[in-house]
């Protein structure tokens, strides 16, 4: 029997801004965050991204879309236990074709700027939780994406790594006019969301600005 | 969408280094593992086919240096005897390539062994007995070199009799029932022949090829023979010893074109039939072994592939949420199992060159042919090799495939 996760949502996000999405379970902010990030196709409706709609591309050109524009931070950091932070941080350019000299450069700048700059050559299995999540944003950005997405991305960390990640996320948003969306069910990250879409039975129920 | 040089190179790139990444800090114990299997498979592969290349070319060779040599002339299909065998043999040796030719009589004959001289316990045999000038015969075959006790033939031996120990009996003879059941160096040996003549002879060598077809011979001289049969000049056949430089067939027309156009003109091949047989089933033997071997290394790359595929299918599965195409994450695990492939194939040529085949000529393997050793064909190494890549291929591409077709929702979040 077919399930309606999302029922007719609208809604615009400007270049640069945070934004949150939030909900009791199920009420369909994962299936969203999905919709958004070119993981899974809607049933109906576009999605536009600077005009183009990124729903109506091909099965190729949406993995070309996504390695190209999109970055995604996972809940569980998925990053590559073969590969140290540097190699994981430089892979997106390595598959854009970039020279070596270029992403080596890229991932070395992105890791700074997360913070990890001293841990570049360590292996994904030597770094906490929080150290492979700020690996895993910095590997979401290094291709200069223009979203990033990010699933529940403290779900697994303590409660000072989290604070490091989100304010991480902020300082993106606010120096570099990141575009975020971010799905999360804690109240108190909202704070770090320029506005919070609150979605209920796969509608949205209310926006609220945060900031 | 058209695929670029650029692109190509690119993602050859991407697969590449992730196999590097992966093999060179995955889990070694699953990495030897796989490289000992495909390396015992590759191993079992090849020794089988070179035990077998080794037993046939062990019997060709047998069969030229021991039995018949490489050509063999035989009487006129309505004549006795090849007549003036001495100026045929001159002829025979100005032929580029001869290296030389030795002419033999058969005759039948009863042989007869009384070990105590008591007439108690007489042993009979019927058989063709052949006689041999030795000068000539040690250019053509190599008999004299397999003697197991006492001595080779001389010229002018004419009570003197060497015999193959099939014909003995003695020496762990394989036809024990059908011989002499134990002659021995200096033991009296009576042969009566076919046309009644009766001699008697010493035992003066007892020789040893392990090819049947060769030592189930006797020899006498061939000044003893033609004071038996009272025939000069002929022979029964004449073996003659080629060089190598040219297939064997090549000689039957340089041979007619001499003038030898009565004469049967045959090739070693011709007196071998049953080796023939031989080859073909071990054809089909090496095949059914070559199959198998090549199952039994897909199969464990296809395992150990699947294993990965399926551990980290989430893994893939974001993987190809941030970009990476499904091609670049299949060719990497096709590469990965060519990797197991190849080094295993690389490791079993290194045991074998280094181990086995040394082994196996100080230590050669004693067959109803002769004593075998491996016998490695480059071009059977090849192609095994080749199969073995074709086979991984095939391994690492479905399990990779299977996994990387999954929903990539599917895939993350199960």
Known sequence: MPVEALKGLTFEIQQGEFIAIMGPSGSGKSTLLHMLALLDDPTSGSIFVDGTDISKLSSSQKTTFRLNKLGYVFQEYALLPELNAFENVYLPLMMLGAPARDYEKAARGMLETVGMGKRARHLISQLSGGEQQRVAIARALVNKSRILFADEPCANLDSKNKEIVLKLLRQLCDELRQTIIMVTHEQEQRLYADRVLWIKDGQIDREEKVR | ?414
């Open chain 2, 1 to 414: 969408m058209r695929l670029s040089i650029k692109d190509i190179w690119n993602d050859l790139r991407v697969s590449i280094f992730l196999v590097y990444k992966a093999i060179t800090r995955g889990n070694r114990f699953t990495l030897i593992l796989t490289i000992l299997v495909t390396t015992l498979a590759f191993i079992n592969i090849i020794f089988i086919s070179s035990i077998m290349n080794g037993a046939i070319t062990k019997a060709y060779q047998q069969a030229q240096e021991n039995y018949v040599s490489n050509i063999v002339i035989l009487p006129a299909t309505d004549e006795k005897y090849i007549t003036q065998v001495q100026q045929l043999k001159t002829k025979i040796n100005t032929l580029p390539g001869v290296v030389s030719c030795s002419s033999r009589y058969a005759q039948s004959g009863v042989l007869r062994y009384d070990p105590d001289k008591d007439n108690q316990d007489v042993r009979e045999k019927a058989w063709n007995i052949k006689s041999i000038n030795p000068t000539e015969e040690v250019k053509v075959t190599n008999l004299q070199n397999y003697m197991i006790a006492g001595r080779y033939l001389e010229e002018n031996d004419r009570d003197q009799i060497i015999m193959g120990r099939e014909i003995s009996g003695g020496y762990g003879a394989s036809f024990q029932i059908s011989s002499l059941k134990g002659a021995q160096i200096g033991d009296e040996v009576s042969i009566t022949y076919g046309n009644g003549v009766n001699r008697s002879y010493k035992v003066k060598g007892i020789y040893n090829t392990y090819f049947p077809l060769a030592d189930l011979n006797v020899f006498i001289t061939e000044k003893e023979m033609e004071s038996v049969i009272g025939v000069h000049n002929r022979a029964s056949e004449v073996l003659i010893k080629t060089d190598g430089s040219v297939p064997e067939r090549v000689y039957i027309d340089r041979l007619r074109t001499m003038g030898i156009e009565k004469e049967q003109i045959n090739v070693w091949m011709d007196f071998i039939g049953y080796i023939s047989g031989l080859t073909q089933t071990f054809d089909i033997v090496k095949s059914i072994v070559t199959f198998i071997g090549l199952l039994v290394a897909g199969v464990t790359i296809f395992i150990v592939i699947f294993i990965a595929t399926v551990n980290r299918r989430r893994q893939i599965g974001i993987l190809k949420a941030i970009g990476m195409k499904e091609r670049i994450i299949i060719m990497s695990y096709i590469f990965q199992a060519i990797f197991y492939a190849i080094l295993g194939a690389a490791a079993g040529l290194l045991i074998i060159h280094l181990f086995l085949v040394p082994y196996f000529i100080r230590h050669p393997l004693p067959m109803p042919i002769g004593l075998v050793s491996l016998a490695l064909v480059r071009q059977d190494m090849a192609l095994s090799i080749l199969s073995m890549i074709v086979v991984s291929v095939v391994a690492g591409f479905i399990p990779s495939w299977m996994v990387t077709r999954q929903n990539i929702i599917k895939a993350i979040w199960g």
